[in-house]
């Protein structure tokens, strides 16, 4: 990670209050195997087409640029789905860490909000993205610390994560 990146998100963590600390990544996380792979497909004009996953029960939606941004906002958007699949898996991660450690009671009631901010990075053209996550229902901090630990999406975003870029044939 560049210099100036990891001073921007120093900035960011000291001006985010009582948010906990943005993580600069230390190394790549790397997959030894693969348990499952999804697959997806984008067809289109992009935030304003069609994504398809074939796998298991699939999954077909019509893409739309949200109104904030000058769209109709009248179907998804990738910053929907990415924000609902994190909250889904940092929900799953608190409940396993909750097993694990002999808490599940602690975890029985918890709920996970996700935001997902699109904007602008400091420094840098283009866009990037911010999330904000909050958890209902849980008053042990060490079992949501440990959950966002074991989560693969907090991992991903912590850590880095390997992204493989290839033309079709």
């Known amino acids: 990670m560049s210099l100036i990146l990891s001073r921007a998100l120093v900035r960011h963590a000291s001006r985010a209050g009582s948010r906990t600390a943005v993580t ?12 499952y792979s999804a697959h997806a497909t984008a067809r289109g004009q992009g935030r304003n087409g069609q994504v398809i996953s074939d796998d298991d029960c ?12 000058g769209g109709k906002g009248d179907g998804q958007n990738p910053e929907q789905l990415f924000a609902m699949g994190y909250a ?3 929900l799953s991660a608190i409940q ?3 097993g ?27 866009f990037a993205l911010q999330v904000d996550i909050q958890v209902e229902g849980v008053d042990d901090m060490d079992l949501i610390q440990a959950g966002h630990k074991a989560c693969p999406y907090s991992r991903a975003l912590a850590h880095g994560a390997v992204v493989n ?3 079709a044939q």
């Open 58 to 69: 699939g999954l077909e939606l019509r893409l739309a640029m949200p109104r904030s941004l």
């Open 100 to 126: 694990q450690t002999g808490k599940t009671d602690k975890a029985r009631n918890a709920v996970v909000h996700t935001q997902v901010h699109l904007g602008q990075p400091e420094g840098m053209e283009g």
């Open 24 to 35: 600069v990544p230390t190394r790549l996380l790397t997959l030894k195997d693969h348990k």
């Open 88 to 90: 889904a898996c940092f």
């Open 165 to 167: 870029v290839t033309k």
């Open 96 to 98: 396993m860490v909750a």
